[in-house]
């Protein structure tokens, strides 16, 4: 019996320590980006408690069919290039809160990953929620077959944030999951309206981590007053705002991504 | 039975509060800390902050703490103290090193949190802050279980401005309605952001669907107040230093306070309904 990902040729996850970092918005930015260089890409959210995913595209009210291979994912376009799963669709009312335990919500990651019937994929990514514990495990556990290309690490720029994701790093180091780098999200806001940089965030210590750390720095992302409105309305930002100052590093993130894929694939 | 033990144990604290959010990093551990800095500057008042994010302990770097360790005498675990009326508890205390991470499912946690109600010789305090992970998961039920029997005031919930944030918030509320939680209110945090240079707002979490407020409205729970962006909250909290104290003419820290009185008041009200029944 063929697996659900075996259609799947890269899968790469998006962890933080911290909680509120731009996780879902850096999986949300990079699937755009790959979509917009022709790939096909899936995005697997397994945030049980706080599911962003679905809204991020404006599919939230969709729901969710059977197949005979299981779940089919939602499609939130026509010529399928994106593909989402979250336990946002499973929900009657989107109010309800998922007051689950560990064994529960570990039960549903094992379905998730191995029930949805992704098809052929470029790139499957697979958000999660903040922190090191049952959703973690559970997750690199079930998709410990399929060779992972890695982890990218989500980091705001300051102490109490980067103190996190230090944590994070070991996480990764302890259950053999690569790092591809670090993302330094909401590194400084330029006021559109007199250009001024404030750094409402600090700035830096992501940067600083992935040096100290030993692993690559994929850039830092500004804040963005469209972006964040691009992800309320479930807009393209890659496609509508090019010249929107997130635009670069968000583009670039998904350039190195693309590259570590290619030289895994030859 | 295990509510009812540490409920004895618990006894000589007057008031608990539960700072939750459905959502990470909208400034749970920062409201806590804050909090607890506001309710101790009354040195009259003794006040205790239990933090019980497992996973992502900030309040130990947040009151200048980081690198305390925890003492264990004859009467239970010491709380590590910043001043002598505030007393802080944190699995950071128990973490040897920075990069220690703490990789356990759900009953270990529990089992931590537990004895962190029950081992911590707290003494007798006025209010005890309790500062909770983002979600409603193993941490959130275990906590208002081991509290059933004791007298939890209620909870103050987390949020910012953009939908992406209301929409957990919304199951945090439904949470606390489930399990019986009062809830004080809502505190909208990263409300806005004042250029200091043109003095111009920006709204870098947009309140596309009405924010706090709507949503508060909608739901019938109130709006404690609004606290616009400061740079200096960020830097404060790297520092450990309290930002109340750092930048007492931001607009951000009048908001706090304002915040922080109603939160008392919700209180004080609470404990002379309760003698009144009484």
């Known amino acids: 019996e063929r697996s659900n990902l075996a259609g799947v040729r890269h899968v790469l996850l998006v962890l933080s320590g911290k909680g509120g970092v731009g996780k879902s918005t850096v999986s949300t930015e990079l699937a755009l980006s790959l979509r917009q260089s022709g790939k096909k890409v899936g995005i697997l959210d397994v945030d049980l408690c706080g599911p962003s995913i679905p809204r991020m595209f404006k599919v939230q009210d969709n729901d969710v069919h059977q197949c005979d291979s299981g779940w089919v994912p939602v499609f939130v376009d026509q010529e399928k290039s994106i593909s989402l799963m979250s336990i946002g669709f499973l929900l009657e009312k989107p109010d309800d809160a998922v007051v689950w335990r560990g064994p529960k919500k570990n039960a549903l990651i094992k379905q998730f990953v191995a029930d949805v019937a992704w098809g052929e994929l470029d790139f499957l990514i697979v958000d999660t929620p903040p922190g090191t514990s049952d959703e973690h495990i559970s997750t690199v556990e079930a998709l410990r077959p399929y060779k992972p290309l890695g982890a990218i690490l989500v980091t705001t720029p300051q102490a109490v944030s980067v103190g996190d994701v230090r944590r994070e790093l070991t996480f990764c180091k302890k259950t053999g999951l690569r790092v591809l780098g670090i993302v330094e999200n909401m590194s400084g806001f330029v006021c559109p309206h007199c250009s001024e940089c404030t750094n409402i965030f600090s700035k830096g210590g992501g940067e600083e981590l992935a040096k100290h750390a030993g692993v690559p720095f994929l850039g830092s992302v500004p804040l963005d007053p469209q972006l964040s409105q691009s992800l309320e309305e479930g807009r393209d930002f890659i496609q509508e705002f090019p010249k929107s100052s997130a635009f670069p590093a968000l583009a670039h993130i998904a350039q190195q991504i693309l590259d570590c894929a290619s030289q895994r694939s030859s | ?278």
């Not at chain 2, 009812?4 to 700072?19: F, G």
């Not at chain 2, 103290?81 to 991470?101: I, K, R, T």
């Not at chain 2, 537990?114 to 005890?128: A, M, N, P, S, T």
């Not at chain 2, 003419?249 to 404990?271: F, G, K, M, V, W």
């Open chain 2, 1 to 278: 039975a295990e509510a009812a033990e540490l409920r004895e144990r618990l006894r000589c604290v007057k008031h608990i509060v539960l700072v939750l959010s459905g959502k990470g990093g909208v400034g749970k551990s920062t409201f806590s800390a804050l909090l607890a800095h506001g309710l101790a500057a009354d040195e009259t008042k003794q006040v205790a902050l239990l933090d019980i994010d497992i996973c992502g302990p900030s309040i130990p770097k947040m009151m200048g703490l980081e690198g305390e360790q925890v003492h264990q005498s004859g009467s239970g675990w010491s709380p590590v103290y910043v001043e002598e009326n505030l007393g802080v508890m944190s699995v950071g205390f128990l973490l040897s090193s920075p990069d220690d991470a703490v990789i356990w499912r759900g009953p270990k946690k529990n089992g931590l949190i537990k004895q962190f109600l029950r081992d911590v010789d707290w003494g007798e305090i006025d209010y005890l802050i309790v500062d909770t992970p983002p979600g409603t998961s193993d941490e959130h039920l275990s906590i208002v279980q081991y509290l059933s029997a004791s007298r939890i005031d209620g909870a103050v919930i987390i949020t910012t401005p953009q939908e992406v944030s209301l929409q957990d918030v919304r199951k945090e509320i439904n949470f606390c309605h489930k399990v019986k939680l009062p809830i004080i209110g809502v505190v909208e945090n990263m409300s806005g952001f004042i250029c200091p240079k043109c003095k111009n707002e920006s709204q870098i979490f947009p309140p596309t669907t009405g924010g706090a407020e709507k949503m508060c409205q909608n739901l019938n729970v109130s709006l404690l107040g609004k606290v616009p962006l400061d740079p200096q909250i960020g830097k404060s909290c790297d520092k450990g230093q309290s930002f109340l104290s750092e930048a007492p003419e931001s607009p951000a820290t009048s908001s706090y306070r304002n915040i922080i009185q109603r939160i008392q008041e919700y209180c004080d009200l609470h404990h002379f309904q309760e003698e009144k029944i009484m």
